[in-house]
């Protein structure tokens, strides 16, 4: 527990530092901000920015910045000097998962700010969801990387659909068919209902089989690979 | 302290360890000699855990490096050269990460940043460090917790002789606080004036093993006196009774300079034995 801290401790030191993983942090919330305020449209969906930004923030910061922490720390062999230093794998990664969820939620409270009190702990709760699977789905892009080149190159297209797909989903009828497989897409259904009521059986069955998916990936990647 | 029984390690056919056999006493400084490729990084690897090996008979600390607790693995302070530091981090922030998880409190990481010379760089960031200065940060983060064996892989390889002096003298120092030290390098000059006991590694074997100044006197065959004369000449004289009665000429004509014997160094004693030079992969 103790080395989790530490973990999570030099990375809050490093957030400040490290203005790439800064921006995926604040990007998102800070254009909610400033789109639902200077921004207001005839017939635009109720908390339209909100909800969009939410989902691009699900299947961007959490997953790219997950992913790029292991793979930097694989690629300047500090994680090597932190397992000599009887860090464990699992510690590390529970740490890095945790800071990484931590500063997430930070930006799903910001994010929440303009919702309806009545809605803000669904909204939160919804953003929960969708974080835990991105940090296991960037967790796993790291295991496998080997420098962060590569977890660039493996980021990209998943993020482009996590991100993407929801928000295209709105203007084209395909997209929106088979964005339906897509977690973030089904996140976003739950926005627009803002309650578990009468969701249907799919999203349930997306959600839960992207954790798994997630998860099974993440522990064979992880047997196969090790943080080494 | 540690102590290897035929040693053995390959990678896919290509065996990298063929039998090695160490003993190492507690508070001796061992260095481990030979070009690059010898196998020296991969020991060291071996010794830590990091790595399996094949074959043979490990043990550090009485138990066999795999089987090392965690409690054990934090007497050990290593310095590979392709080890990281946090670039982002000061060097102060840097020691702070490993003073947590060590539990070291953090009033002596200002301490040991003074012990290697780096108390100025204490809120300088890593990236902004010379090579020298982040090799004397890793070497800090390798005894920031006072361990009882430290292992060193080429720490002064590629720096400068000032920096490479500063490091000679904090090794020297935590020798004389009872650590252990094994060092690699491929520099004779820095095993025989640092080292206790050297063994020469070559392709994966030791091929000489021993103190400096033995190892060099076995293989001392010219047993000659070496002089250099005011006028600018060289002679050589037998080690023997017959070149004491031609000193005292030349030195009553005060032609003598100076008087050398010609033992050999480490490098032209591994010269001998594999016919290779220990920088020449270099």
């Known amino acids: ?228 | 302290m540690i102590q290897c029984q035929d040693l053995r390690k390959s990678y896919d056919t290509h065996a990298v360890l063929k039998g090695i056999d160490l003993g190492i006493p507690k508070g001796s400084i061992f260095g481990l000699l030979g070009p690059s490729g010898a196998g020296k990084t991969t020991l060291i690897k071996i010794l830590t855990g990091q790595i399996r090996y094949d074959s043979g008979n490990v043990k550090v600390f009485e138990k066999e490096p795999a089987c090392l607790s965690g409690r054990d693995k934090k007497k050990f302070g290593i310095m590979m050269d392709n080890f990281g530091v946090y670039e982002r981090f000061s060097c102060g922030d840097n020691l702070s990460v490993y003073a947590d998880i060590y539990g070291v409190s953090h009033d002596r990481i200002w301490h040991i940043l003074k012990e290697v010379g780096l108390e100025d760089a204490l809120k300088k960031s890593a990236s902004d460090l010379s090579k020298g200065m982040r090799a004397r940060l890793q070497l800090a983060r390798a005894f920031i917790h006072a361990p009882e064996i430290i292992f060193l892989d080429e720490p002064t390889s590629g720096l400068d002789p000032q920096t490479m002096r500063g490091i000679h003298r904090i090794i020297q120092e935590k020798k004389d606080a009872g650590c252990t030290i094994f060092l690699t390098t491929h520099n004779m000059e820095e095993a025989s004036k640092l080292c206790d006991k050297v063994a020469l590694l070559n392709e994966g074997e030791i091929i000489e093993e021993g103190k400096p100044e033995d190892i060099c006197r076995r293989y001392d065959h010219q047993k000659k006196i070496k002089i250099h004369l005011s006028d600018g000449k060289d002679i050589e004289l037998d080690r023997q009774e017959t070149a004491a009665g031609r000193i005292s000429e030349l030195l009553r004509a005060r032609m003598l300079e100076t008087i050398h014997s010609t033992e050999p160094t480490l490098e032209s004693v591994f010269l001998e034995l594999t016919g290779r030079n220990l920088e020449e992969d270099e």
Not at chain 1, 14 to 31: E, V
Not at chain 1, 47 to 63: H, N, Q, S
């Open chain 1, 1 to 228: 527990m103790y080395n989790i801290l530490v973990i999570i401790k030099k990375q809050i030191r490093d957030t400040f530092k490290n203005k790439a993983i800064l921006i995926q942090f604040i990007l998102f919330p800070l254009m909610t901000i400033i789109m639902e305020n200077a921004i207001h449209i005839d017939d635009m969906p109720e908390f339209f920015f909100t909800k969009l930004f939410a989902v691009m923030y699900i299947g961007m910061a959490p997953f790219v910045t997950t992913a790029s922490i292991i793979a930097e720390e694989k690629e300047k062999n500090t994680l090597r000097v932190l397992m000599m230093a009887d860090v464990k794998p699992w510690q590390y990664l529970i740490g890095i998962g945790l800071y990484v969820m931590a500063i997430c939620m930070v930006g799903a409270c910001v994010m929440s700010v303009g919702l309806p009190s009545v809605d803000r702990g669904f909204f939160v709760l919804v953003m929960c969801i969708g974080f835990v699977i991105s940090i296991i789905a960037g967790a796993c892009v790291g295991i496998i990387s080997r420098n962060q080149m590569m977890a660039t190159s493996l980021t990209m297209p998943f993020m482009m659909i996590f991100s993407f797909a929801p928000m295209l989903s709105m203007f084209n009828e395909s997209i929106k068919k088979y964005s339906t497989v897509v977690f973030t897409q089904q996140l976003r259904l739950l926005f627009d209902r803002m309650t578990f009521e009468g969701y249907s059986q799919t999203g349930v069955i997306v959600l839960c089989g992207s954790a798994v998916v997630c998860a099974g990936m993440f522990f064979f990647a992880y047997q196969r690979k090790g943080l080494d």
